[in-house]
């Protein structure tokens, strides 16, 4: 299955209105998501590189869909901290060295029975001395253990592209 059926299944189970995209890229992820929303949903996608930001606009100018994307420019980190949510679904697919921090503000903005996807989380298959100094591969490894332990969600692992990893509520969570 390719990333935008994925996600745009991802979209119809959670029934979103409201979405939240860490790391928009080319503009595709927004808009295969912004297709599946009601007329009166949004996708709210963070991209630091304004080049980037600028191509996904103009490809979202194209489509009908694309009136329900909003852009935020600059880093993830810093735009997360303005935003309030909640949000039906979240797909991260930034800076992997930063997972970790997405993570826990995802958390935060995540709607009770709301769905968040990590991309990029494929089993770590590298040899162990390069474990330690690929901080990407140090990120997804802090960041499973830190799943594993998180008592308040179930984490299933789908083989989607790079591994996408989809977190919900655990049924009996806080």
Known sequence: MKEPTFLKA???KAQARQVLEIGTFDGTSALAMAEMLPADGTVITCE???GLASLAR????RSPHGRKIEVLVGPASATLGSLTGPFDLIFIDADTENYVHYYY???DLLAQTGVLLLD???GI???PVDHGRDPAVRAIEELSRIIAADTRVVADFK???DGVL???MAPDGP
């Open 10 to 12: 991802m979209v119809q």
């Open 48 to 50: 630091i590189n304004p």
């Open 58 to 61: 103009k490809r979202f100018s």
């Open 105 to 107: 503000r995802a958390m």
């Open 120 to 122: 990029n989380m494929r």
């Open 125 to 127: 298959t590298l040899d």
């Open 159 to 161: 083989a989607v592209r």
């Open 166 to 168: 989809v977190i919900t």
